[in-house]
Nanobody
Framework: QVQLVESGGGLVQAGGSLRLSCAAS????????MGWFRQAPGKEREFVAV????????YYEDSVKGRFTISRDNAKNTVYLQMNSLKPEDTAVYYC?????????????????WGQGTQVTVSS
């Protein structure tokens, strides 16, 4: 099973930036896309962004469009999430995972092992 390790979180003031990284242990033929998710205290985990491995097609959740950018490095099996103009409501534990396609990842159908995540805290 694909193992995932997230890093790059931290404490930042509103309006600041962070860059998250997610390294996958292996990229299988079924790993068509990788996405970022987040879970705020007391809330369910939600989709944030997704990118396809081959053509780098991306899709974002509405609240992060124009502020977050997802990218990937195929050689390193790594996906990044550049987060700018951060808001307090972006505070959450951020996770990554893989799926067969952009649409499946966007809808939460993933098959990797959930990692520990990385905490992002945005102060007002």
């Amino acid at each position: 099973q694909v193992q995932l390790v997230e890093s790059g979180g931290g404490l930042v003031q509103a309006g600041g930036s962070l860059r998250l990284s997610c390294a996958a242990s292996v990229r299988t033929i079924s790993s068509g896309a990788m996405g970022w998710f987040r879970q705020a205290p007391g809330k369910e985990r939600e989709f944030v962004a997704v990118i396809t491995w081959t053509e780098a097609v991306t899709y974002y959740e509405d609240s992060v469009k124009g502020r977050f950018t997802i990218s990937r490095d195929n050689a390193k099996n790594t996906v990044y999430l550049q987060m700018n103009s951060l808001k307090p409501e972006d505070t959450a534990v951020y996770y990554c995972n893989v799926g067969r396609s952009l649409d499946l990842v966007r809808r939460g159908f993933v098959f990797g092992s959930w990692g520990q995540g990385t905490q992002v805290t945005v102060s007002s």
